[in-house]
């Protein structure tokens, strides 16, 4: 139903900021404006993890912990992407960051609905 593929992903000191994007390509049956979509990250030897979602219109934003109050995920239904703004870059957010859709709604909390991956962009964060 839906392609993503994401940029962004780079090399940066800690407490720096980068700006990940994920661009959709959705079946002409389909629209972005319908999927919920999010962030998710992996680092070696870690298990994949939830970063953040928004909600189909853009009004419902939840974040996991880790990056509340340094992320902010938002999205752009004319353009068909999304977008992570990451500040205060730590050591420990340094991993694959791949961009998820879901075609059902989201919860607070929950991860489990996200059906469709990009690649992912690398983001190396040194101290």
């Known amino acids: 139903q839906v392609k993503l593929v994401e940029s962004g992903g780079a090399s940066v000191q800690a407490g720096g900021s980068l700006r990940l994007s994920c661009a959709a390509y959705v079946y002409p049956q389909y629209s972005y404006s319908t999927y919920c979509m999010g962030w998710f990250r992996q680092a070696p030897g870690k298990e994949r993890e939830g970063v953040a979602w928004?909600?189909?219109?853009?009004?419902?934003?939840y974040y996991a912990d880790s990056v509340q109050g340094r992320f902010t995920i938002s999205r752009d239904n004319a353009e068909n992407t999304l977008s992570l703004q990451m500040n205060s870059l730590e050591p420990e957010d340094a991993a694959m960051y791949y961009c998820?859709?879901?075609?059902?709604?989201?919860?607070?909390?929950?991860?489990?609905?996200?059906?469709?991956w990009g690649q992912g962009t690398q983001v190396t964060v040194s101290s």
């Open positions: 928004i909600s189909t219109g853009g009004s419902i934003t």
């Open positions: 998820a859709a879901s075609p059902s709604r989201c919860y607070s909390g929950s991860w489990s609905s996200f059906r469709y």
